[in-house]
């Protein structure tokens, strides 16, 4: 037999891998190069940007006094002696991590019970979660709006937080996890050991459920601070009770570039480089809350999958 086919077939195997590899590098790059674009503007001034200053993505203008410049001109920003900003993202700190908080305790034991115990109108309560989940927020804006309103809570941080933990989602990803992933006869085990429920779920449902604690918390907290309706509507009435997700936008609508008008009328000017630094500042957050949960997310991806 000839060697010429099979060295054919390992050239093509050869060219069609470097082709994809090619092809995955080139998709990269028209997603990455926006994004660095865009964190470079951190590192450059205002007029250096207008000027055309640093050739490509002004790599020959990045300083670090940029940075601090424009974080010092977004330390100013707001009324008396400014600051408004780190409040913000202290305020989106506080409600996102109590809203993880609650989402991952009241999760947990409702995933185990839909999962694992048996009760009335257990169907109809899980048909339920599963529409909630799917539930646009916006539908719920108004409705929560009257009912925080009618307690005289507007404008105050709690209830923001209390409501952030309401997260069906994690609730249906702990009814998967203990459906897929927690063994029949474990339990049958515990209950002839003369466990109750109570102590079946605390000494062998939460060991088994790091992984969906993981997801849920991962996922509700990016689902709380990137909240955006729900902060609009109940914290307009106090400056320094916003969170970031509606603060960036006023800092938007008070920058020059986008509305000439209210900005004239401002001490503070902001403009792309401070926006943009606002921007990356307030994805901080997200990011350590990722790079922190990644082993347990990387272990989580299979919940629910079922062995073949």
């Given at each position: 037999m000839s060697t010429a086919a099979p060295r054919n077939r390992t050239a093509a195997a050869s060219a069609g891998r470097y082709g994809r590899i090619v092809t995955m590098v080139v998709v990269a790059a028209f997603f990455l190069l926006p994004i660095l674009g865009f964190v470079m503007l951190i590192f450059q001034s205002e007029e250096g940007l207008r000027?055309?200053?640093?050739?490509?993505?002004?790599?020959?203008?990045?300083?670090?006094?940029?940075?601090?410049y424009s974080w010092n001109e977004l330390s100013k920003f707001g009324p008396g002696d400014g600051h408004v900003f780190q409040r913000w993202l202290l305020n989106s700190v506080v409600v996102a991590t109590s809203g993880t908080i609650i989402a991952v305790v009241a999760a947990i034991p409702a995933g185990y019970a839909f999962a694992r115990l048996r009760f009335r109108f257990r169907k109809a309560f899980l048909f339920v979660t599963l529409l909630a989940m799917?539930?646009?927020?916006?539908?719920?804006?108004?409705?929560?709006?009257?009912?925080?309103?009618?307690?005289?809570?507007?404008?105050?941080?709690?209830?923001v937080a209390v409501i952030m933990g309401f997260f069906p989602f994690g609730v249906y990803l702990a009814y998967i996890h203990f459906m897929t992933t927690m063994p029949h006869e474990l339990l049958e085990a515990a209950r002839i050991d003369g466990l109750g429920e109570v102590k079946t779920f605390f000494q062998i449902?939460?060991?088994?459920a790091k992984q969906a604690i993981a997801l849920v918390a991962f996922f509700?907290?990016?689902a709380n601070w990137i909240n955006f309706?729900?902060?609009?509507?109940?914290?307009?009435?106090?400056q320094e009770n916003k969170l970031i997700s509606i603060g960036i936008q006023e800092l938007i609508g008070a920058s020059p570039m986008f509305n000439a008008t209210v900005a004239a009328g401002l001490d503070v000017k902001l403009y792309l480089p401070q926006l943009a630094l606002a921007t990356v500042v307030s994805m901080l957050p997200l990011m350590a809350m990722f790079l922190g949960a990644q082993r347990f997310l990387v272990k989580g991806q299979t919940v629910g999958a079922v062995k073949g």
């Open positions: 000027s055309g200053e640093g050739g490509l993505f002004g790599i020959g203008a990045l300083s670090w006094e940029n940075v601090v799917v539930m646009p927020n916006t539908v719920l804006v108004i409705p929560i709006f009257l009912e925080v309103n009618a307690i005289g809570a507007i404008g105050q941080l709690w209830p449902g939460v060991p088994l509700s907290f990016v309706f729900l902060p609009l509507a109940l914290l307009t009435s106090s």
